[in-house]
């Protein structure tokens, strides 16, 4: 996905660590949900976004509503009296579930004003802790404030639900908001560790790379580029 000036203006460094790693790799358009629920190919929808360019570089610059974590580093629940409640606190391992939760203002009513996002007024991201499950879900908000994400197969472990979103009304109008709960998938959880860090690698006869230093607390951009068989 191309930078646009306005998110370019407002990313910062993802301060979630190895969260980070994750979703700084979803490339993909934002128009349709993720029916992946492990990392390999992340499937995003049926709308993929080309790069412009003949190189097929594209500027990491845009992680759907994922630029919000400048307002914190979207690993608790709370932010500014905005909470992200649930009574979900366990889904089901092996098959499609649906996770309900309400995020309430500073008045401890449910928000049911947001501000469109790239087309969404809520992008949700559920990451396994150890980063070998990740889906991107555009949930969908019934009238009391109650979201409901429809999650494919979740394998057992330790998982992480976060809630990306921008108030449209109240004191916060216009402010970026990242919280997140954690849930855990019962069952025999194996966990697997993470590839020492590397600027490039190869999946099913394609190599990606990528270029450029993460820098703290400020803006940076990296590009990534895809090659099969030496050509771009």
Known sequence: MLSSPRFTMRRRALAAAGTAAALA???????SSSDSSSMPG??????????????????????????????????????????LTSSDQSLPAGKQAAY?????????????GFAVDQTKRMHFYAIRSDLTGFQHIHPTMAAD?????????????????FASFTPDNGAQ?????VLSRTVTVPGRATKTPLPAAAGSTEVDGYTVTVKGEL???MAHPLTVSVAKDGKP
């Open 25 to 31: 790799l979803t490339l993909a358009a934002c128009g």
């Open 145 to 161: 404030g109650t979201w409901s994400a429809d999650l494919a197969s979740l394998t057992p472990g330790s998982w992480r639900m």
């Open 100 to 112: 309900r939760f309400t995020v309430t203002g500073p008045d401890g009513k449910p928000v049911t």
């Open 215 to 217: 820098m703290a607390g």
């Open 173 to 177: 109008k216009g402010k970026d908001f």
């Open 42 to 83: 992340m499937d995003h929808g049926s709308k993929s976004s080309a790069a412009s360019s003949p190189s097929a570089t594209a500027s990491m610059g845009d992680m759907p509503g994922m630029d919000h974590m400048v307002a914190g580093n979207g690993l608790s629940d709370t932010q500014d009296g905005y909470r």
